[in-house]
């Protein structure tokens, strides 16, 4: 699977397979019907605690994860499990990290492992713990928009902070039904559409960009070749 046949949207993470045409809105149409509402709560928790750190801390290599601060999900929201010592942040994202408009924003069988750098952390992070809360308190995906946009236009959710990157380079992440576990990769989050001056999705570039209007940023994405465990990815194809 190319890369180049792939763009994400939102957080962090959620490849969106691009199709052209009718075949793309059928596929959309399927999509928003098997995913239509929230499921169950219990449908986006994982059972076991240490289960969900260890997953959370595959994002990224063990020299970055295992000092970093990890936040597990419960019925309220993302609480810290284990403290950090080197300003990052690894949890596992639930579908909500995607924009409202995708198809799979409710799909309770997303499990992405990311894990945020300091400056991410501080600015980046606080949006999908938002709306993660909003999910939680059964909010739709209409309100959790609206209440995004409130929030960024009254400044109650702090700026982005240049240098603001993530890891994703889980061996078990699920990001949705047509990516599954995609490619290890790192992504750099920017202000406003900013793909243009990246370079971003030229021929032979290896930078993918998926702008995000919700949350007002863009976000770039690097393949890198090897999951967090060292192992080898698939090879990219051009």
């Given at each position: 699977?190319?890369?180049?046949?792939?763009?994400?949207?939102?957080?962090?993470?959620?490849?969106?397979?691009?199709?052209?045409?009718?075949?793309?809105?059928?596929?959309?149409?399927?999509?928003?019907?098997?995913?239509?509402?929230?499921?169950?709560?219990?449908?986006?928790?994982i059972?076991?605690?240490?289960?969900?750190?260890?997953?959370?801390?595959?994002?990224?290599?063990?020299?970055?994860?295992?000092?970093?601060?990890?936040?597990?999900?419960?019925?309220?929201?993302?609480?810290?499990?284990?403290?950090?010592?080197?300003?990052?942040?690894?949890?596992?994202?639930?579908?909500?990290?995607?924009a409202?408009?995708?198809?799979?924003?409710?799909?309770?069988?997303?499990?992405?492992?990311?894990?945020?750098?300091?400056?991410?952390?501080?600015?980046?992070?606080?949006?999908?713990?938002?709306?993660?809360?909003?999910?939680?308190?059964?909010?739709?995906?209409?309100?959790?928009?609206?209440?995004?946009?409130?929030?960024?236009?009254?400044?109650?959710?702090?700026?982005?902070?240049?240098?603001?990157?993530c890891?994703?380079?889980?061996?078990?992440?699920?990001?949705?039904?047509?990516?599954?576990?995609?490619?290890?990769?790192?992504?750099?989050?920017?202000?406003?559409?900013?793909?243009?001056?990246?370079?971003?999705?030229?021929?032979?570039?290896?930078?993918?960009?998926?702008?995000?209007p919700?949350?007002?940023?863009?976000?770039?994405?690097?393949?890198v070749?090897?999951?967090?465990?060292?192992?080898?990815?698939?090879?990219?194809?051009?």
């Amino acid at each position: 699977m190319g890369k180049n046949d792939f763009k994400l949207i939102a957080l962090v993470f959620l490849v969106q397979l691009c199709i052209p045409g009718a075949t793309r809105q059928a596929r959309a149409q399927a999509e928003k019907a098997a995913y239509p509402a929230m499921a169950q709560v219990d449908s986006y928790l994982i059972a076991d605690r240490n289960s969900e750190i260890a997953l959370a801390r595959s994002a990224a290599p063990k020299s970055i994860s295992d000092a970093a601060e990890v936040m597990v999900l419960g019925r309220q929201g993302f609480t810290t499990a284990v403290r950090g010592t080197n300003g990052f942040l690894c949890l596992v994202e639930r579908s909500w990290g995607a924009a409202t408009d995708d198809p799979e924003f409710w799909n309770p069988k997303v499990r992405s492992p990311i894990c945020f750098n300091a400056a991410a952390t501080r600015t980046f992070a606080t949006i999908f713990l938002m709306k993660t809360k909003l999910a939680l308190e059964g909010k739709s995906k209409t309100e959790i928009a609206a209440a995004t946009a409130a929030a960024l236009d009254k400044k109650e959710l702090p700026a982005l902070e240049p240098g603001a990157m993530c890891y994703m380079m889980s061996k078990q992440q699920y990001l949705n039904d047509r990516g599954m576990s995609w490619h290890p990769h790192l992504m750099f989050i920017v202000s406003g559409d900013a793909a243009k001056g990246w370079g971003a999705d030229q021929p032979g570039s290896p930078i993918i960009a998926a702008n995000d209007p919700e949350e007002r940023v863009t976000i770039f994405m690097v393949w890198v070749g090897d999951w967090s465990d060292g192992s080898p990815a698939p090879a990219t194809e051009h």
